[in-house]
């Protein structure tokens, strides 16, 4: 063979790299054609941040972020789903680039973040979505879902939780701040709020740490250490026991509803067991359930793995 010949053939063989590249992974080019839009709207008196990408009048997902994070957890997602879906992930009161009220003057309770989060999406006129529950979006999540039961078109839940199963050993000092707030309110602020516990949320046990971006978790310590924010994180931590006394409720609105369901599961999370994605089947018989190679925040890790479960769940949703 020449060298023209050579040079024809390496050029094929990058040309079907590349193309085999972005057929894997179709939503890379999503970020020039639907650029995301960050805006803040007026709800209850609060300046409510929000994330908005794709076409309005695609199907809608609405994104319920996690502890400490905020929407900025989806910008994966808004990235590679952005072509086929409508994108929208607020900052809950507290959170992100919200307004963040003094406890004096707002109650950090799951209910009332979940009764802003619906005033949200009634202001933007959202009637139908997909929810994607991560974490805090889980208790978040299942109290607008139960309000309105009408909208859901389906659940994605990604380390979320609403069986005992998911609450394992770390939790049972939890357990006993929330039996004994005055007593325990201090040591569970230097654990729970610390640097370390905040980059051990994301790495979790993964044998890869060198794949985690420290920026996730410096920026989170950084959020936390804001003025105001040990009291409102204490008192909405305070207010997780609602939480675990709702399990057996949240339960029966799935049994009951039996909701069209993707599971993701990131094994290697700290915070949450892995028995949880498990314990959705009694619940959800035809749930869809992955245990994936990824921590408690999952798109720090396999962005495409989720994106891709994301889409094939999606079109198997019924129109309408």
Request: aromatic residues 12%.
């Amino acid at each position: 063979m020449n060298r023209k010949s050579l040079f024809a053939l390496a050029a094929a063989l990058t040309a079907s790299v590349a193309f085999a590249a972005n057929e894997s992974i179709p939503a890379r080019g999503n970020a020039a054609r639907y650029p995301t839009s960050y805006r803040t709207i007026k709800v209850d008196g609060l300046n409510i941040f929000y994330r908005e990408a794709g076409p309005s009048d695609a199907p809608t997902i609405l994104l319920l972020h996690g502890f400490p994070s905020s929407s900025r957890m989806f910008e994966p997602l808004l990235a590679r789903l952005s072509d086929r879906y409508h994108l929208i992930a607020p900052d809950y009161p507290g959170f992100g680039h919200s307004d963040a009220p003094s406890p004096k003057d707002f109650a950090y309770t799951f209910d009332h973040i979940a009764s802003v989060t619906n005033d949200f999406v009634e202001t933007l006129g959202l009637r139908r979505y997909v929810l994607y529950a991560q974490d805090y979006g889980g208790p978040v999540g299942f109290r607008l879902a139960m309000a309105h039961p009408e909208r859901v078109a389906g659940l994605v839940v990604q380390n979320a939780v609403a069986h005992e199963d998911g609450l394992g050993p770390l939790w049972e000092k939890r357990r006993a701040f929330w039996a004994d707030r005055e007593a325990n309110e201090a040591a569970l602020q230097r654990n729970f709020l610390s640097l370390e516990a905040t980059k051990q949320r994301h790495v979790g046990s993964t044998p890869n740490p060198e794949r985690y971006d420290p920026d996730l978790w410096t920026g989170e310590y950084a959020f936390l250490s804001q003025p105001g924010q040990k009291e409102i994180q204490t008192d909405l931590f305070y207010d997780y026991r609602t939480n675990v006394a709702s399990y057996p409720d949240w339960q029966a609105w799935l049994r009951k509803t039996q909701p069209a369901t993707l599971v993701v599961w990131g094994r290697y999370d700290p915070s949450f067991q892995v028995a949880e994605a498990a314990a959705y089947r009694r619940d959800l018989p035809k749930a869809d359930i992955h245990v994936i190679d990824a921590g408690h925040f999952a798109l720090d890790e396999q962005q495409d793995e989720v994106a891709a479960l994301i889409r094939d769940f999606m079109r198997r949703l019924p129109r309408g």
